[in-house]
């Protein structure tokens, strides 16, 4: 019988977070990276303020996008 093939997932990252301290985004992100989740950092600008934002991921399908989720949750 063939294999089921894994449903690509709906979107590739979780976001976690929106920091305006990048001392606190830098913290969560290592939490989650410690946890073993892929976590990565960006930069924003919203009405000239400077934000950092964490996501985690990529992820490549839907399974792993919901099992990233749910460790994001814990």
């Given at each position: 019988a063939?294999?089921?093939?894994?449903?690509?997932?709906?979107?590739r990252y979780?976001?976690?977070g929106?920091?305006?301290?990048?001392?606190?985004?830098?913290?969560?992100a290592q939490?989650?990276?410690?946890?073993?989740l892929?976590a990565r950092?960006?930069?924003?600008?919203h009405?000239g303020?400077?934000?950092?934002?964490?996501v985690v991921?990529?992820?490549?399908?839907?399974?792993q996008?919901?099992?990233?989720?749910?460790?994001?949750r814990?």
């Open positions: 063939p294999k089921p093939v894994a449903k690509a997932a709906s979107h979780v976001q976690v929106i920091f305006s301290k990048p001392g606190l985004a830098r913290s969560a939490r989650l990276a410690n946890a073993g892929p950092m960006g930069k924003t600008t009405n303020q400077s934000y950092t934002s964490v991921g990529p992820f490549g399908t839907q399974s996008l919901q099992s990233g989720m749910r460790a994001v814990r």
